[in-house]
């Protein structure tokens, strides 16, 4: 399978695209996010970038609740699935462009894109899990994820409690929930 990552300088290059688009729909998400869901976060924007944000997989909007938490535009890391959504993966590639984990590979690839990303001076967010919670409990985190972020730096972990029961893997649609982030205690570095 080819390379679905793009180049960092070209990410960053589309950089100033991706915070203007980010600053445009942040308002507006928040405002759903307290609405719909009930979602309660500490505020991260005070914690200096770059770092690697490491969180739990609850639900598909996981995405957007960090980002509202953060503050700020950063990268996230996905995996080759979301490359195949149609319409919204050209969205997603244009105005967030993730950073592409293809499963079942060692991910050399898209740890170096990590890594230069950080070293540029923006913030990425990995979901360590690789895929959302199938009971509401956090999965086993891959070994291989310490060593990144042992190599990355700045680590802040942030753990999502209670989004689990508004959008299940069984469920269809999204429930109203309150799920809470909060940053792990003592554990960034």
Wanted: charged share 25%; proline share 7%.
């Amino acid at each position: 399978m080819a390379d679905l990552n793009r180049p960092t300088d070209e990410r960053l290059a589309e950089r100033p695209r991706h915070v203007r688009f980010w600053r445009l729909v942040r308002r507006p998400g928040t405002w759903w996010a307290k609405r719909k869901v009930r979602l309660t976060w500490d505020d991260l924007s005070d914690v200096p970038a770059p770092y690697l944000l490491v969180c739990n997989h609850t639900t598909n909007l996981d995405p957007v609740f960090v980002g509202i938490a953060m503050g700020r535009q950063a990268y996230y890391v996905a995996t080759e699935n979301v490359l195949h959504k149609g319409f919204a993966s050209k969205l997603l590639m244009r105005y967030f462009c993730p950073i592409i984990h293809q499963k079942g590979r060692m991910g050399l690839r898209s740890a170096k894109e990590i890594q230069q990303t950080l070293k540029a001076g923006v913030s990425v967010v990995l979901f360590a899990e690789g895929s959302r919670t199938f009971n509401g409990r956090t999965l086993p985190i891959p070994p291989v994820t310490a060593k990144l972020a042992r190599k990355a730096g700045r680590v802040v972990c942030v753990r999502m409690e209670g989004g689990y029961l508004t959008q299940p893997r069984w469920a269809t649609t999204m429930r109203r929930g309150r799920p809470p982030l909060r940053r792990a205690p003592g554990v960034e570095s």
